[in-house]
């Protein structure tokens, strides 16, 4: 069954401290791993997909790897308005949908 | 505004009441999900639409569950006899293709 955890639950971090979070993952045939960011009351937000082990997108603080068990988002000098929940998502499967998401990291950067 | 478009974005009804949600996708996306997403949990997979296909209802969580999108279009999710366990925000999202998904703000629906 393909199964994906984020780890840690919740994060508090200070303005400019960084660090990473962690998606780890067990699927068959992963077509691609998606990073989202969920501000409350609001849909998730589109950041990145990441296709092949090795590959890295950046934008702004955040940078999105990827290896063939887990994914990490990297957030370098994260400021209050990085708060959020992350969510990591994967598609496997040879056809249709087949989204299955992370419960999602809570991120919380304090000034 | 050129996103996905949900209404209501609040519902409460009673228990037993069926409710109707509504999404609007981004013009021009062929496929179309559906999810729910409980308080602290991950979102949980209803329906997918793409094209003309039938539709993936593999999510729906039982027969009281239903989803429909006219035109390729619109869609529309019902919930028949609502109970308290559906409480829970819908969320719906669109995507060209095998592209990300865009998605909503999504429906609170809270059962009374």
């Known amino acids: 069954e393909d199964q994906v955890t984020q780890s840690p639950e919740a994060l508090r971090l200070q303005e400019g401290e960084s660090s990473s979070l962690n998606c780890s993952y067990t699927?068959?045939?992963?077509?691609?791993l998606f990073w989202y960011r969920q501000d409350p009351g609001k849909g998730p937000e589109f950041l990145f997909t990441l296709y092949s082990a090795g590959e890295e997108k950046e934008k702004e603080r955040l940078k999105a790897t990827l290896t063939k068990k887990e994914s990490f988002l990297h957030i370098t000098a994260p400021k209050p308005e990085d708060s959020a929940t992350y969510l990591c998502?994967?598609?496997?499967?040879?056809?249709?949908?087949?989204?299955?998401f992370g419960p999602g990291t809570r991120l919380s950067v304090l000034p | 505004g050129a996103g996905v478009s949900q209404s209501p974005s609040n519902k409460v009804t009673e228990k037993g009441k069926d409710v109707e949600l509504r999404c609007d996708p981004i013009?021009?996306?062929?496929?179309l999900y559906w999810y729910r997403q409980s308080l602290g949990q991950g979102l949980e997979f209803l329906i997918y639409f793409q094209g003309n296909s039938a539709p993936d209802k593999s999510g729906l969580p039982s027969d009281r569950f239903s989803a429909e999108r006219t035109g390729g279009s619109v869609s529309t999710l019902t919930i028949q006899r609502t109970q308290q366990e559906d409480s829970a925000v819908y969320l719906c999202a669109s995507s060209l293709g095998a592209r990300p998904q865009h998605f909503g703000d999504g429906t609170r629906l809270s059962i009374l």
């Open positions: 998502a994967v598609q496997a499967g040879n056809y249709g949908q087949n989204f299955v």
């Open positions: 013009s021009g996306h062929t496929a």
């Open positions: 699927v068959s045939g992963l077509r691609g």
